[in-house]
């Protein structure tokens, strides 16, 4: 359950470069998840489906970008897969159709100045949590069914500038209480918020209600308000669903990125002032759109 711009902060994502990390011989145990996510505005024109296979264990996670369509920047990543590694804190994104990989730090891409990296503050009029009982089977499991239903604003807080987003939603949620693959799903969120300074983004926007019950969120469908280009309300619908899911022994090869693949390390060149700002900036008009 997020909040209606963490789908631009997705996308800004997609179009940034990563890189590679060493390969072990080794078997991990983890989780195998394929999740399909479309996020609909209600134009025809606007529609986003993404289909993403997740393979997780405790140190690393691996993102393939199966399907994308809806926008031209998203189209781009079809095929692609990130590897976001905390043993040597890598992300990496491969380029199987070019035989191209990048590499940067997990904590590089903004770095610590706590000026870039954004702050989330929610000003809440309203959060409530409805407990709506069993739910439909979903996969052959039983779930539960809940809804939270939150107004009020969000500031963004990033550069020295500060923008106030409207935040009126409504999240419906099915929870499997008998899959325990949230752990591991909180887990890939914490690799993939690092990249730009988000870390427990959904603590910040209040989000991950206390009330939730444990378990696998199987299927969610949440309904933003949100305002288009010139202002107007339109309502964002972000349906997310697991369509299969394992857990198992996985092979660290997955982790790591062909031995005939050109690879390009930007570690270094993202210490630099002028491209952290650059990105910065990219990641400050996701967030704010307009600015």
Known sequence: MRSSFLPSVSASLLALTALSVPAAAQLRD????TTNITIDSGKADTRISIAMRNRITATAVRMDFLQVSGSAAANAAEGMYQIFNQADSTVTMVMPSQHMAT??????LLGPNTNLAPKVVQHLTSNEFQDLGAGEKILGHATHHVRITTAGTIDVTMMGQTCTRRYDGVTETWVAPDVDLQPAMYAAAKHIGSVIGVDDIEMQLGSADKKMPKGAALRTISRTVDADAAGKPITVTTTTELVDFTHGPLDASIFAV???F??????EMMKDPAMK???ATGVQGSLCPGR
């Open 30 to 33: 983890g989780w195998t998840y």
């Open 103 to 108: 590499v940067m730090g997990l904590n590089g």
């Open 277 to 279: 700002a650059g990105v």
């Open 262 to 267: 050109q690879t390009m390390d930007m570690r």
């Open 258 to 260: 062909p031995a005939d």
